[in-house]
């Protein structure tokens, strides 16, 4: 299952590769792709639903990023 996100706070690639192997670190999670342009833009393949405060807190480990979820329609 894929689901789109915005994560605010993102602005090179360290910030890419910080937030994406944080991500990954999340049990349910397969795989993340972000995107710099547009900034931020994040796709994330997940065995099941997470829901934003879960991503949200696998992310407080980080300082400086939010994550919202992207209308999928």
């Known amino acids: 299952m894929k689901q789109k996100f915005q994560i605010n706070g993102i602005s090179c690639g360290g910030c890419v590769a910080r937030v994406k192997k944080t991500l990954e670190e999340h049990s349910n999670i ?11 833009a ?26 919202t979820e992207i209308n999928n329609n």
């Open 30 to 40: 397969e795989k993340v792709e972000i995107s710099l342009a547009p900034k931020g």
């Open 42 to 67: 994040t796709l994330i393949t997940m065995n099941e639903a997470l829901s934003v405060a879960e991503l949200q807190k696998q992310l407080d480990g980080l300082n400086g990023y939010t994550i």
